[in-house]
């Protein structure tokens, strides 16, 4: 693993057991993604793509195999640990937002600093700093309901990026958008992975979205298809279900905390300390 590693993972398996039956999400995956990558993750439904974002994400362990961010081994971090680790290594970009409704954009930007410690006025001028930079300097005051589809997704972003993250984990951040808006926050992601060097890590359907990104790797069944299958694949445009990917095995549902789920939100918390981040964000 190079020292230039966010997230390495060796061997990586994930097994859901579900009313006696073993389900294999993830099998044998090797996956690094280093400071400055820009990644497509593509495959079909059910293919264990959304498993595999969620443990690159540090939002579950896997069953066996070693995943490590910045060096350090999952395995050895209790949940507290992780939870630090996810959040200051990892910013989430969810498909449908995840805003708090009642809350205007600077305080869900500010969300994840509530878990850092910081104070009102310094939640404040970070989260001010991060709408600016995503172009919504005049929109701190609007909650989602007042913006844009277009918009919220930036605030999402302004909200992955406040906490300056090594790595951006998007969730299909273009599905619930129409084309111009979806054009736009790809063009943002661009541009932030570029004056910034953060790592970009996108999950979509779109051969459209990923051929925009550096390095395209794609799941069938839990595993990694080889390179040159994803070259092919590249030069053909088949990525999808209906070309070389072939059919994939239906995944479980993520249990009750586990990968994959648009809910998780920014920085995944008990009930009683999102209950309290919600209010002091909103304050």
């Known amino acids: 693993m190079g020292a230039s590693a966010v997230v390495a993972a060796s061997g990586v398996t994930k097994v859901y057991r579900l009313d006696g039956v073993e389900v294999r999400a993830l099998d044998g995956v090797d996956l690094v993604v280093e400071r400055g990558d820009s990644l497509a993750i593509m495959g079909p439904s059910g293919s264990g793509k959304s498993t595999l974002l969620g443990l690159l994400g540090g939002l579950d362990r896997p069953t066996t195999g070693s995943l490590a961010f910045q ?43 509530v878990y850092r410690g ?19 300097g005049h929109r701190l005051g609007h909650r989602p309901s007042q913006l844009s589809g277009g918009e919220q997704q930036r605030v999402a972003i302004a909200r992955a ?27 943002l ?3 932030l992975h570029d004056e910034r060097g953060v790592a970009v890590v996108v999950v979509t359907h779109d051969p459209g979205v990923a051929e925009r990104f550096g390095r395209v790797v794609v799941v069938r069944d839990g595993r990694l298809a080889p390179e040159e299958e994803v070259a092919r694949s590249a030069a053909t445009g088949r990525y999808g279900p209906l070309g070389t ?39």
């Open 71 to 113: 060096g350090r081994d999952v395995a050895t971090l209790s949940d507290d640990e992780l939870a630090q680790v996810r959040n200051q290594v990892v910013g989430f970009v969810f498909q449908s937002f995840q805003l708090l409704p009642r809350t205007p954009a600077v305080g869900n930007v500010g969300l994840p600093l």
């Open 118 to 136: 910081l104070g009102r006025a310094e939640r404040r001028r970070l989260a001010v700093q991060a709408l600016e930079s995503v172009g919504l």
């Open 161 to 187: 990026l406040v906490t300056e993250p090594a790595m951006l984990l998007a969730d299909e951040p273009t599905g619930n958008l129409d084309s111009r808006s979806g054009e736009e926050v790809l063009e």
């Open 189 to 191: 992601l661009a541009r």
């Open 245 to 283: 990917l072939g059919r994939s095995q239906p995944q479980p549902p993520a249990p009750d905390g586990g990968p994959g789920r648009e809910q998780a939100g920014p920085q995944v918390a008990a009930p009683d300390e999102k209950t309290r981040a919600q209010r002091e964000a909103s304050g």
